[in-house]
């Protein structure tokens, strides 16, 4: 009942970003970010329609992996990546949307199953520059990328951002519109990107307003997170 309503005020939440910004609400996916939170959760929000899911934990979204696998869902992998974790990402998951340096798309490649259809990936900006977070500099970008497009098991998606937190919206919107403007460029050179994954609870509006193409949704659709475990903390 709670994830029904919650999604149908993120819906409403997008439905008028998208036409404040004449965009067509159905271009902007949801995933929702299901971190912190039990299986029987991620229950009630695929029985609420909700089909998408972004985990930034492994062992704890393994866990969920194996509970759910009844179900048709599709896995985003969207926490920091340590190189000892990839071999279980590669297998379990269908997104990785962090990454974030060369070694882990090289291995990540590797171990995807060849059985398996490429992984799809999207490349972690740091767009605000800032020293704590994950995320390659804007500079590193097109190399990674054209490296990521000769991985015969990736999938070259898009870019995928956090800017740092601030309440002042036109600070919000310069840097939505610079991963915007960076996103545009990747899909001037790239037939397989059509990913601009930005926005969260607290600022999905604005995201979308500057052209995002997936919100990534916790607080919203579940609620408030009890465990202090926020956006880019490692396992
Ligand atoms: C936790 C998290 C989110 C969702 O944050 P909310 O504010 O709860 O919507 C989105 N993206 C990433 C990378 C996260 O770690």
């Given amino acids: 009942m709670t994830i029904t ?32 939170w039990p299986a029987e959760k991620l229950r009630a929000a695929i029985d609420a329609g909700l089909t998408r899911f972004g985990e930034n934990y492994l062992q704890e979204a393994l ?6 696998q009844d179900l048709k869902i599709e896995w985003h992998f969207i926490g920091p990546i340590q190189s000892n974790k990839t071999k279980d990402i590669a297998i379990h998951f269908d997104w990785v949307q962090s990454i974030d340096r060369l070694k ?10 060849a059985s398996q259809s490429p992984l799809n990936v999207c490349i972690q900006i740091n767009i605000d520059n800032e020293t704590t977070k994950s995320g390659v500099q804007v500079s590193e970008l097109f190399s990674l990328a054209r490296v990521i497009n000769s991985l015969e098991q990736l999938k070259l998606r898009g870019i995928m951002v956090i ?46 307003v500057e052209g995002s193409t997936m919100v990534r949704i916790g607080s919203a659709l579940f609620g408030q997170r009890t465990t202090p475990r926020g956006a880019g903390q490692v396992n």
């Fill in 104 to 113: 882990i798309a090289q291995r990540l490649n590797k171990q995807r199953p």
């Fill in 5 to 36: 309503k919650n999604l149908s005020s993120v819906t409403n939440r997008i439905e008028n970003a998208a036409l404040q910004a004449n965009r067509i609400p159905t271009d902007i996916d949801i995933l929702a970010v299901s971190k912190a």
């Fill in 163 to 208: 800017p740092s937190k601030t309440d002042d919206l036109e600070q919000q919107h310069l840097a939505f519109h610079r991963a915007h403007n960076l996103y545009q460029q990747l899909a001037d050179q790239y037939a397989t990107v059509d990913t601009l994954s930005m926005g969260m609870s607290s600022d999905m509006s604005v995201a979308i």
């Fill in 63 to 68: 866990q969920k992996i194996e509970q759910l």
